[in-house]
């Protein structure tokens, strides 16, 4: 890979004001919530365009880099940086953002930048967009497992691949990489929806919710025609949709309009009018668009805010498993008019109810639903920490398990 664009600097617009506290942190209550945790003795990974040192993120560590050769603390994009912020950061002065989980530790891969490229072209007759793809794909599930090795118990990967459901690509090793991680590492895995009309023509709304239609199908599964991955692997990732700073409730979506739809999305978090924190430590609410700067917002925020919860709650509960802790978060939510829907799930993430509802865990397992069990490598040996070997590494054990994760394609395409 080689950069071929500026990196990108955050900016500050009239709208929202940087210095109020931020409307979706008030929506959250998580002053309210940090009485009962903030993340202590909790590791989030994230996995995203690299992560810059920030004053305000205060235990924060690189683990690889995909794109070039950093340890995963540079951040060309200014995206990865945001979304950290978001999920760790502590209080500071000048403003009253504070992030969802300000004491977890947090560990930082890049696996892609829009501001570089590939140095090689395609081989002859690959479609370039789709190399495009899988080649961020792979990427994807070398970091997952190394996130997963490294002692992760939540990974935050606030970036998708939408891939046009007439026309799939091969996905084995992240199938692979989210079962082993999820399963065996008892990780949470936690991945933005995705965002309609973000440039990418392949992000589509896909059909709602429709028991009445399809009683045997309410979710509209044999009817998707654009695939969000990773949160295609519905029983390992949980994936998350945008509302408005409205929220959701009994007589109220406010999914937000570019979120985009599919039956795998499981919960919903603010994710328009976003502020979060700059590389310098203070609050921003903008990114350069094509016309100057644009606000903030998008489900990878949205993402960050449903990791720092699921952070709180493990912090709290360190005997629950990552099952436990989805369903904990997914049950407390607040839901729409409609009850699940493929636009927000169960509903707006509520932290304070994830932390003090008094109801039990429920099963320690997650339920799988595949015709048979995939049975999964043993975990490879730690990785050298230079970003090319440890892809190497990595992607040697999923081509070693590759075969295991046809049975998981097979019926996801067998459900369409």
């Known amino acids: ?85 978001i999920i760790a950061a502590a209080r500071g002065p000048g403003d009253q953002f504070v992030g969802v989980s300000p004491d977890v530790k947090l560990l930082s891969i890049r696996q892609s930048s829009a501001q570089y490229s590939r140095q090689a072209p395609p081989d002859a007759g690959q479609n370039p967009q789709q190399a495009e793809t899988a080649g961020k794909i792979d990427a994807l599930a070398a970091a997952i497992v190394r996130l997963a090795n490294m ?14 459901a007439a026309h799939p690509i091969d996905q084995t090793n992240l199938a692979v990489a989210v079962r082993y991680a999820a399963v065996v590492k008892d990780v949470l895995l936690v991945a933005a929806a995705g965002n309609v009309g ?27 025609v654009a695939v969000s991955t990773p949160s295609w692997f519905y029983d390992y990732v949980l994936s998350v949709g945008a509302v408005d700073n409205a929220g959701a409730g009994a007589d109220k979506t406010n999914a937000a309009k570019f979120s985009m739809t599919g039956p795998w999305v499981d919960i919903a978090a603010p994710g ?23 606000n903030l917002f998008g489900t990878s925020f949205s993402a960050a805010y449903v990791s720092g919860v699921a952070a709180l709650v493990r912090s709290k509960y360190p005997d629950w498993t990552a099952a436990q802790v989805r369903r904990r978060l997914t049950s407390t939510a607040h839901a729409g008019p409609r009850g699940v829907d493929n636009a927000i799930g169960y509903g707006l993430v509520d932290p304070v109810a994830a932390l003090t509802y008094d109801g039990g865990p429920g099963d320690r397992n997650i339920v799988e639903t595949h015709h048979q069990t995939l049975v999964v490598q043993p975990p490879p040996p730690p990785p050298d920490t230079r970003a090319q070997r440890v892809a190497l590494l990595a992607s040697v054990v999923m081509i070693a398990a590759a075969g295991l994760a046809g049975r998981w394609l097979l019926r996801r395409r067998s459900r369409r």
């Open 1 to 85: 890979m080689q950069q071929r664009k500026p990196c990108n600097l955050p900016g500050v617009l009239p709208t929202p004001p940087v210095g109020d506290i931020p409307q979706a942190q008030t929506l959250l209550d998580l002053d309210k919530a940090h009485e009962f945790s903030t993340g202590k003795d909790v590791t989030v990974g994230i996995i995203d365009t690299g992560v810059d040192r920030n004053p305000r993120l205060r235990d924060l560590e690189g683990a690889g880099d995909y794109v070039d050769s950093s340890d995963g603390l540079v951040d060309c994009d200014m995206h990865g940086t945001l979304v950290a912020s």
């Open 151 to 164: 002692g992760a118990r939540v990974i935050n990967m606030s970036v998708v691949a939408c891939i046009p």
């Open 198 to 224: 973000a440039g990418n023509a392949d992000c589509q709304l896909n059909p709602d919710f429709d028991s009445l239609n399809s009683p045997d199908d309410p979710r509209n599964w044999n009817h998707v």
């Open 272 to 294: 328009v009018d976003t502020i979060a924190l700059g590389p310098d430590g203070n609050a921003v609410n903008a990114l350069p668009g094509q016309d100057g700067l644009v």
